[in-house]
């Protein structure tokens, strides 16, 4: 082979794996190094250069005294033929040898710095321990705690993750990706709206319970610029397209505050808050709601509390106003034995007032709900009134029960956008 033909297999060997030159030459000289010492009477050691323009090869030996210097330079260039003809085999085993691990570096640091960013790549094979995804070059590990409960990956199917961890092994990079992470909600977003990757609207603070729901508090550095709205899209189209990639879960964007008590109140959207009362330590917030939204703010089984409490990073203790009337103490006790109604409160589209809908098909609206409560309330007065010698009793009722972030709540319907 002549040098013109070396160099141009040099060039399209590095494309096809996709190599710089300069690293298939290094790969080429460590071949010819193990190569050289592997024909009889080689030097002990050797240092091979190359020409990049000429792809003249010389070798440089080296005798190694008792001390472990190298003495007795000399230049022990063989011919090609003859270096062709002594180790052609090795050094096509060498060759080989030193590329694989080449691209094995190539792949770590591509993807050692890409921690915390996201990636696109097609599930090959998924089983009770974990999913693989193909990233084009390299494979993903999606571990099964990693995953979103309930959604079951199809192998072929297009599906974004996060990096948490880059691992350097002997067979390669280890890629490990998560589908459950925060971090997902805010590359997503950042991949849908410009004015986050610009950094005009940042996330400043995202709480999530995967497959089911994700709080996100957002800011905008300029005052011209709604973030809610920027992250919302026009009819809703930015943030369906990241309830897209998550299969269904539902997405709560709320405006970020510096004002403590007034991102609480935002936090616990959709609920409606009368007042927020800050502890002097400022971690916990005693939270007062209309009656009618004492099971919207707690949510489903404390599900919109618990997330509020996430996302703003202090205790949410929720109360109603009737239970401030009737002296419950904020942050109270919880009776684990109490049992909601099941339903939800919905919004009548013609009329705008909260509707309850129960369980089995009867709907109540708010003002029917509060004369219901207000009579309940003055029955339940003129029966202690009869009764000021009866014994109190300590077992507390329903509407009794302040309910924390910390503790399971009622199954009222917290869904809004």
């Known amino acids: 082979m002549s040098n013109l033909d070396m160099s141009e297999a040099i060039r399209l060997l590095a494309q096809e794996k996709g190599l710089s030159e300069d690293a298939l030459l290094h790969v080429l000289v460590d071949a010819l190094a193990s190569a050289y010492k592997r024909r009889p009477g080689a030097a002990d050691e050797v240092v091979v250069e190359v020409n990049p323009v000429s792809m003249d090869f010389t070798f440089t030996a080296y005798d190694v005294d008792e001390d472990g210097n190298w003495i007795n330079e000399r230049d022990d260039t063989p ?9 052609a085999q090795t050094f096509r085993q060498v060759m080989s040898q030193r590329i694989r691990e080449v691209e094995r570096d190539r792949k770590f640091e591509e993807y050692a710095n890409r921690e915390g960013d996201i990636v696109t790549g097609i599930i090959q094979q998924t089983d009770t321990r974990y999913t693989l995804l193909d990233l084009g070059r390299v494979e993903a590990l999606l571990p099964q705690a990693e995953q ?10 297009r599906s974004k993750a996060y990096i948490v961890e880059v691992r350097k092994t002997a067979k390669g990079p280890q890629i490990v990706v998560s589908r459950t992470h925060p971090g997902l909600i805010k590359r997503l977003f950042e991949l849908e709206v410009p004015e986050i990757a610009d950094g005009i609207v940042e996330i400043k603070a995202c709480a999530r319970e995967p497959g089911h729901r994700t709080k996100i508090a ?8 709604d973030p809610v709205g920027a992250c919302v899209g026009a009819r809703g189209a930015r943030v369906r397209m990241v309830v897209n990639e998550l299969r ?8 970020f505050s510096e004002d403590l008590a007034d991102f609480v109140a935002k936090a616990l959207s959709p609920a409606k808050v009368n007042q927020v009362n800050i502890s002097e330590d400022g971690t916990a917030a005693d939270v007062i709601v209309p009656d009618h939204q004492l099971s919207l703010a707690i949510g489903r089984e404390g599900q919109n509390a618990r997330l ?13 106003e009737s239970q401030v009337a009737e ?25 705008g007032e909260m509707e309850w809908h129960a369980a089995d098909g009867s709907v109540l609206s708010q003002t029917e709900w509060v004369e219901q409560t207000e009579g309940v309330s003055a029955e339940s007065s003129d029966d202690a009134a009869e009764s000021d010698d009866a014994p109190e009793s300590d077992d507390a009722g329903a509407d009794d029960t302040t309910t924390s972030a910390d503790e399971p709540g009622g199954d009222g319907d917290d869904e809004a956008q």
């Open 327 to 351: 002296g419950v103490p904020a942050g109270g006790y919880l009776d684990a034995h109490v049992e909601y109604a099941e339903g939800e409160w919905r919004e009548n589209a013609e009329t």
């Open 79 to 87: 011919k090609k033929e003859e270096l062709g003809r002594i180790a």
């Open 248 to 255: 269904g879960e539902k997405i709560d964007i709320v405006p």
């Open 308 to 320: 509020s409490a996430r996302l703003t990073g202090v205790r949410v203790d929720i109360r109603s």
């Open 218 to 225: 957002v800011w905008s550095n300029d005052h011209n610029v």
């Open 148 to 157: 979103v409960p309930y959604e079951r990956p199809n192998p072929g199917d």
